[in-house]
């Protein structure tokens, strides 16, 4: 859900599971805000923002991983050694068929019982 702020045309990101209003017992804290936001309280936006997420229950994520950090250069060089490891079954794999047409092309040019 996108909704624009029009004291200063920013817009604030709530996905569809976040409240968007205080629920209804909370009609003094919503006017409190309404008159604040009014009055041109440059914070009122940021407390709003944290108040509907503590109202909604909703927390921060988890991080993605809780195994160790990788450095760029631990990155890299995993990748580097995907790409030879890579490399290296293909040249395996170019070998074996090679090794294919020749053992075809000697069947062909010397039948079994020449050999």
């Not at 624009?4 to 045309?9: F, I, L, N, V």
């Not at 250069?73 to 170019?94: F, G, I």
């Amino acid at each position: 859900m996108l909704i624009w702020s029009q004291w200063r045309r920013k817009r604030v990101l709530l996905p569809p599971h976040r409240p968007t209003s205080l629920p209804n017992g909370y009609e003094s804290e919503r006017n409190s805000f309404l008159v604040r936001l009014a009055e041109g309280d440059p914070a009122v936006r940021a407390e709003l923002i944290r108040r509907l997420r503590a109202v909604g229950g909703i927390t921060t994520a988890p991080p993605v991983s809780t195994g160790p950090r990788r450095t760029i250069k631990e990155m890299l060089n995993k990748v580097s050694d995907y790409v030879r490891q890579r490399e290296e079954r293909e040249r395996e794999a170019v070998a074996q068929a090679r090794q294919r047409e020749l053992d075809d092309l000697a069947q062909r040019v010397m039948p079994r019982g020449k050999r």
